[in-house]
């Protein structure tokens, strides 16, 4: 299957801080990728989907302010969580879809951040 | 956001036993995706189906693509410790990107 990665896999940070997450395709190029957030023993939610040189498209209650998104490339996404806060704390995964072959998705091994 | 219907949401099981797990939808999804995910790590993904009625298999696993197009189920024979871990379906409608992702199913085998 095709690899993704994340970087970094851990970050703590104080409150007010800004932190980014890097997503990359490894072996193939993603038109799109999507953005999700885990919240211990809960399932994957959507929170924006990030075009390769277009704006991101955020879901519904998603602050895109707050969740800045670029996709400069098509094989690297970013996620920056702007001003930190304990709340924001979360296991945040991305996702990519390819350019060929049939409709599917993979994952990156997720960015688990603590919020001090 | 909006979630598929996942069941069972937990199973503990016998070693050797075979497990059976679905998810529902009240509405019509063109694609259907089993991951697995281990603790800490992100969902790996099982089998992809993209037909009504698509039976496909993955080693020990199996899965359907409901003739309604608005279910998937997916069994596992045989069942191992490793196959400890939280399985997820994602539906992806026509028209969409996106994938909806179920609640989950907490599996817990007992060697």
């Known amino acids: 299957g095709a690899v993704v990665s994340q970087h970094p896999s851990r970050v703590i940070c104080k409150s007010g801080t800004s932190v980014k997450i890097e997503c990359r395709s490894l072996d193939f190029q993603a038109t799109t990728m999507f953005w999700y957030r885990q919240f211990p023993k809960k399932s994957l939610m959507l929170m924006a989907t990030s075009n390769e040189g277009s704006k991101a498209t955020y879901e519904q209650g998603v602050e895109k302010d707050k969740f800045l998104i670029n996709h400069a490339s098509l094989t690297l996404s970013t996620l920056t969580v702007t001003s930190a806060h304990p709340e924001d704390s979360s296991f945040y995964i991305c996702s990519a879809r390819g350019m060929a072959g049939r409709e599917t998705q993979y994952f990156g091994p997720g960015t688990r951040l603590l919020v001090l | ?111």
């Open chain 2, 1 to 111: 956001g909006q979630q598929l219907n996942q069941s069972p949401q937990s199973m503990f099981i016998q070693e050797g036993e075979d497990v059976s797990m679905n998810c529902t939808s009240s509405s019509i999804f063109n694609t259907w995706l089993w991951y697995k995910q281990d603790p800490g790590e992100g969902p790996v993904l099982l089998i992809a189906l993209y037909k009504a009625g698509e039976l496909t298999s993955n080693g020990r696993l199996t899965a359907q693509f409901g003739i309604t197009r608005k279910d998937s189920f997916l069994n596992i024979s045989a069942s191992i410790p490793s196959d400890v871990g939280i399985y997820f379906c994602a539906g992806q409608r026509e028209g969409t990107y996106k994938y909806i992702f179920g609640t989950g199913t907490r599996l817990k085998v007992l060697a």
